[in-house]
DNA sequence: TCCCAAGTGTTAGCGGCGCTTACATTGCGC
DNA sequence: GCGCAATGTAAGCGCCGCTAACACTTGGGA
């Protein structure tokens, strides 16, 4: 983390490997761009030279996200199975973003945090995220046309993330008294909202 | 709003007030104390006399917020009809308070805003909101058990916020490109989600 | 090879924020 | 009528995002 030189080297990366440890230890409000300069032995204004402001160092962490969850919904389907394991597996990944980097997954939904227009290095994997995930849906019924299976993926993601986004903001604590485990709630979830209809 | 003496009046009650009405306006994060008491002629120390820091204050608002839900709850199920009217009738209430309210929805249901434990206050509404919706989850099926009346209640709720919460976040903008109107999508969720499992 | 322009970093500072401490005023219950 | 709790004020601390003006470094063209 020394720095020799007048120049940083890659701040610009560092700032954003930075933001993402911030975000993922605190949420994304954790992320202070004067706390992220000085932790990398750099001046409070520095990080100005790469990103417009904090939003858009945010919108990178974002793309990264987004970026990874496509990745990991390519690798679910890759790992191949019956279509409706295949579906399960790829909530899963869903589930494993939410619960495993609550910070990262707030960051990339919340509507607050990045309101207005993205800007499209974020819209990108964002939209490529949906198309991945309506591929897999497509693959559970490979009769549906193409309008039917939109309505099945915005269906099943809203459930999953609705639950999951109520669970974080602790929403169900206290109500959900007899303690079914994600894996019920994943099923229960599921086989209704993408198997029919 | 002018104010002759050295007292306010009713601070408190003001400063929720205005405090609603810059979170219908602004969202949340617009709320600013020193703000809210400038504009209702009051130092910017005095808020601290009612509330004890920021997060105290909105969890005020929300439990406003709560509060109506639970009551237009009640009134959806009063108004009558089949038990899937009712149903249909109260997940409109939950959309129209998040589509309508968009700014109190986030204060509500998002999870950075009143993160930590919820003052009992915030608490109390939130339980009752859960309680009036499986109520009326119980309605469609009274033979249902209250462990499937609550994991009904919970994937109901979750799909209805999913779904909205993508869309206020403006994930959904772009590829929903066919227009399925919310009646639409009311119907397909729900009908999904309540009927059967 | 020199030099200058672009890139990147610094210093200093503006305005705003939440919140606290110490002090002032008020008005209600005894 | 008085004393005390409730409620207001003034001043200030430390943080924040962001900007303007200036300094250093470096690489590529004359």
Redesign the pocket.
Known sequence: MS?P????????EGLVRAARAAVEAGGPEA????????SL?????????????????LAAVAAEGFSELVAAYKRARAQGGVPMVVMRNTARVYLALAFAQPGMFRLMFDSDILSGEPPPSLTDPAMEAWVEFCRTVSIVDPTADERTVKRRAVTGWSTLHGYVTLAQAGRLAGFMTEPLTEADLLEAILDKALTEA
């Open positions: 720095r030189g007048y120049h940083h080297g890659d701040l610009r992320v202070s761009l004067r706390e992220l300069a000085q032995g750099v001046s409070t204004a520095a990080p100005y030279r790469h990103f417009r402001d904090r939003r858009a160092l």
